[in-house]
């Protein structure tokens, strides 16, 4: 058979895959103005079961693209956790209520909502704002990679070091065979249990006269998924062994007497296994069911024709009891082998990159997998899009692997001691050595929360990230933590409630820092209002606007919101601060966007940003923020700091 | 000419008019399973200018559809109202500042948002809700009336005593000629300055071949504005008459250094007149300038040909003056003449409706005239709804008029007095009896606040509001009131933070009161772990579910939302509320959103429902709320509490 060659094309960036860890990338794309290509071997998106959790961080950025409000509004929000453990009869009796999320960690709470949601939310985010009209490309895979590797390090404009060949699938080819016509949606097609069938659609389709195009690409994501395609031509691994564990997945509308269905629980029975309770959307509970009388065969894989909904249903039962468990409703199910496994590398030369479950897969119920996939793709984004409009440097893309290879690594630590803890017997009391302890998964559970969150990502000394490095004492680089002490560098810029200058609004301070491409200058203006700050504060204005480094990217790619401590009714936007801080437009006057108060609102509470940061309410300081919210460096405003913001720019920047 | 005849055929409304009060009441009948159809003279929606400030109680109504997110999201926020006023040397100075919205009143503020996008929420809410496909016939409209007088009593299901006959426009015909290729936004044609252009349309159609049908219905709404068509065709009166009063409106990006150009503000000029500013979205600002310069003439109406934007420009940058002012973009622009007028009939026969501006008239700097007229629909919509289904006594349709023409009459009382104060001249000093004293401003300013806000409606009795007639002292109606002395009978049911029994997810518990069509139930049980209040409320859930009046419409027609004040943890659904509080589904099991409790969340406050409403926390009471949220009964948790429910529902539903 011949293959029609549709057509040789170029793109700036080529993303493999069109999950969650995909799509953040394209979001990225669109946002940075970039031309991008994102294909999927999948015929249609998701449209049940899958990743359901939405931890802190996860939100947060999304309302930084603007669409948290949409998840939180269509959500079922966890707010408590209820563990259940055999009590000394061994039946299952609460011994424990905990806030999910831990209070005050963020303006968000931990949210469940289905993967299809996501999607859409980042398909209509991707459409309002792409220029090139980047649109997902679904039923097209690649069937070869050629990397010019002698190119990769040449950054110039024109050097397209990647070519793909890309196959346009049929219709039927690219869809699951659980898509065709099954009332219930099955997801074993997609579970690590299942073979990868990528091979297959490759060499069905080459048999027929399919149709191939040729792509060159300075850049390329492999969001592949576990099977990772991407991983595979580059030959990289992911190391790390499956366990016996084996869990089954119902996502059901429950008819109980539990009395905590609407809650999340982790239930261990005393000898039929362990279940955890995900109350979802529309009457909707997710439940993950260990499968005890399921074992891995000889291959070390677990035979997937033994599993059923009704099996699946029964393990839960005997778990449950005494409490009843049926369902007339069920959306989809699955089943799933434990295991964690983390790749060994994440890019090639700064060119090939890879994202999401393509280097790392873990068991599913910390709700983590989609979450820690989306801030891969989150971190490296703006990256590769700064980078190809030839605004910071190509040395940054370095950063992604030394930033998120710890991520995962702290991920699949965290799921290897959590998922045994939890698939574990419990112990029968303090002699039963075998058994798991409940104290001892309480006290994990509570520890893993705040690293479940998201929150506790805290990204290490690099030219993105200003803070000395650990063995180093007299580093040069500046150490201003003291500043604001609760602004950590390294990790995601905090909250705090603010009210804009011009207007009293009420608004989040974190809420500002949108995800737009610009990195950001958080000035702490202090108090302008005492003669000395005036001048401290003109001094650092002076600087920015006649920087060679700075003034040429000011508002471009560097927007800078000001933050002062005066009373409201004692200053004035125009008298007060400095032009660049508000900056005037022919066609549309002054920014009244620019400049806030930490002062309380009259409705919403606020005025304590100062004080909870730590930052001194006459001096204040800078913070540079960026373009993905993490704190990259603290100054203090005047000669020294602008000195130190222009230092690393300077070394972030193209010169 | 011949006019093609397209049909003849039936429907249960007929709305006329597709502003905000004829959306509003398409909304009730998708709600309600209503075939209605909404017809608009005109051929496209509002795109920019109109009405624009949203009220507090428009925005809880809003919700109560489901889409107050949208409008909060993507309108402007006024928090701060700022008066502006000439100081001794006749130089405008602030004088004050003031919270735009009470603080405490509602869970929102006063927003602005152009009538466009609210028209967009609603269209869009009608769509997602009508199983018959309610939507907007525009170029559409009534050339003829013709009532059935004798049949306008009978009810039955089968009687249709309205017959309009429709004329369809051609797309030429029902495009405002301002919309024809004008660049900036002129609103003149729609001002109170312009002529009426319904004959004209119509019998400019009848001159060429048009089109017409017949159409049948139950009942009809005239939301058809100041013009009313359909008043017209009842010969009913506006009583009022026009002020000397021009005023001047520019919605424009401005160029200025008026430092609180993002604040709300009343300004009065020594001598020049005054000016409102009112901040939008998108960087627009909305201008109310007083044309001091022009004068009706004889007629009583002024000249639209003398009033352009330069001229209002001017007259704006006069009161303005020391600052400056100028602009670039121009989005729309106006001008009206002031005047109060309210109808003499709000219906006939209780047959056809007028609602809106068709029933009163009044400035717009208040911001009440989009916001009154939708609320006269939320008034009436769910009323002809329930007639129709036949679940309520034609009666309830007489509390239309009786309840919204007091409103419209406070209205005009509360806009005269406001509309001479703004336009008037301030005085110069106290001796000063010829111009306003900025005092007295300030006074009916804070005054007419609470007013203009919505939540000061308070509805007479009548068979819908169970309070004691003001005359008679030892009337039958139930006078529960000191059971829940701060939920007023007759007013909007307040908001408290609770939480769900079963989740433990905060909500404020008017976002419960869901505009479906249904009657509420806000059982406050009290301590169902007492045993005497578990005694009283199993009386009452009894009385519920055996009463002939009540148990047909249960879950039905009237919703039952239980909130508690027992610890949450010390309480189980199944075990502690009878079933009717959270009924049971084959197919879906256990309701688990219909019990509620008193309790404080882990992030977001609450736990003082009972004490903010003084409700006793064992006792409990029981209040009926209204479908359109208005409390209409409360009565105590038990026997006579019971018997006091059913006699309301006896008096309000069919037997």
């Known amino acids: ?86 009590d000394e009869k061994g039946v299952i009796t609460r011994s424990d209520r905990l806030p999910d999320t831990p209070v005050g960690l963020s303006r968000f709470q931990q949210i469940v909502l289905h993967q299809g949601r996501i999607e859409r939310f980042f398909l209509d985010h991707i459409k309002k704002h792409s220029k090139d009209g980047i649109r997902v490309e679904r039923a097209v895979l690649p069937e070869s990679l050629h990397i010019d590797e002698a190119a990769c390090d040449d950054h110039s404009p024109d050097n397209y070091p990647i070519t793909v060949k890309l196959r346009h699938l049929t219709e039927d080819e690219a869809m699951p065979a659980q898509s065709k016509g099954s009332g219930v949606g099955d997801g074993l097609f997609r579970s690590n249990l299942a073979e990868d069938d990528t091979e297959e659609l490759i060499s069905k389709s080459r048999e027929k006269e399919g149709s191939t195009e040729t792509v060159r690409a300075k850049y390329m994501v492999g969001c592949d998924g576990a099977h990772s395609w991407t991983r595979g031509q580059l030959g990289f691994q992911l190391e790390g062994e499956p366990t016996d564990y084996i869990w089954g997945v119902l996502d059901v509308i429950p ?54 909904p009704a099996v699946i249903l029964a393990a839960a039962q005997k778990i449950l009891a005494p409490y009843t468990l049926s369902y007339k409703i069920c959306h989809w199910w699955t089943a799933y082998q434990i295991g964690q ?37 989150y971190n490296l984004g703006w990256k590769i899009g700064l980078v190809v409009r030839g605004v910071v440097k190509p040395e940054v893309l370095s950063t992604y692997g030394a930033e998120r ?43 893993g929360n705040l690293f479940a969150s998201g929150l506790s990502v805290d990204y290490a000394p690099s030219l993105l990230i200003a803070k000395p490095q650990p063995d180093t004492e007299n580093n040069n680089t500046a150490n201003n933590q003291h500043l604001a002490p609760h602004i950590p560098l390294g990790m995601r810029f905090p909250n705090a409630q603010i009210l804009n200058q011009s207007s009293a609004r009420p608004l989040p301070l974190q809420s500002l820092l949108k995800s737009d491409s610009r990195f950001h200058i958080v000035l702490f203006a202090g108090t302008p209002t005492a003669p000395a700050q005036a001048e401290r504060l003109s001094t650092f204005c002076a600087l920015l606007t006649s920087s060679k480094t700075l003034a040429p990217h000011l508002h471009t790619h560097i927007r800078i919101l000001t933050v002062h401590a005066a009373p409201r009714v004692d200053v004035d936007l125009l008298r007060d601060f400095p032009d660049v801080l508000h900056p005037f437009s022919e066609e549309t006057g002054w920014d009244y966007d620019a400049v806030f108060v930490d002062e309380r609102s009259f409705h919403e509470g606020g005025g304590t940003a100062y004080e909870g940061f730590g930052v001194d309410r006459e001096r204040g300081c800078v913070v540079v923020v960026r373009p993905d919210g993490y704190v990259a460096f603290i100054g203090g405003v005047g000669e020294e700091g602008g000195r130190g913001v222009e230092r690393f720019f300077g070394g972030v920047f193209v010169a």
């Open 405 to 447: 290879r710890q991520i995962a690594l702290d991920l699949i630590a965290f799921d290897h001691k959590f998922s045994r803890l939890f698939s574990g017997r419990p112990a029968k009391d303090v002699m039963d050595e075998e058994g798991v302890s409940m104290e001892k998964f309480k006290q994990a559970f509570l520890a």
């Open 255 to 308: 008819i109980t007497d539990f009395p905590d269905i609407r809650h999340r629980c982790a239930i261990h029975s005393a000898t039929n296994g362990s279940l955890m309770v995900i109350p979802r959307e529309n009457k909707l509970v997710r439940l993950y069911i260990q499968l005890n009388e399921i074992k891995p065969d000889a291959s070390g894989r677990a035979d997937r024709s033994q599993i059923t």
């Open 1 to 86: 058979m011949t293959d029609t060659e549709v057509s040789e094309s170029k793109c700036d960036v080529l993303i493999v895959g069109a999950g969650p860890a995909g799509l953040m990338m394209a979001a990225w794309m669109a946002r940075c103005g970039i031309n991008a290509r994102i294909v999927d071997k999948r015929g249609t998106k998701i449209f049940s079961g899958q990743a359901d959790g939405l931890q802190c961080r996860s939100l947060e950025i999304f309302d930084s693209f603007g669409f948290a409000d949409r998840a939180w509004k269509e959500a079922n929000h966890m707010i408590e956790m209820c563990m259940w453990n055999p």
């Open 341 to 377: 496994r983390v790749g060994t590398n994440f890019d090639f030369k700064n060119r090939v990159f890879l994202a999401g479950d393509a280097v790392h897969t873990h068991s599913p119920k910390a709700g983590q997998g989609m979450n820690v996939s989306m801030q891969d793709s």
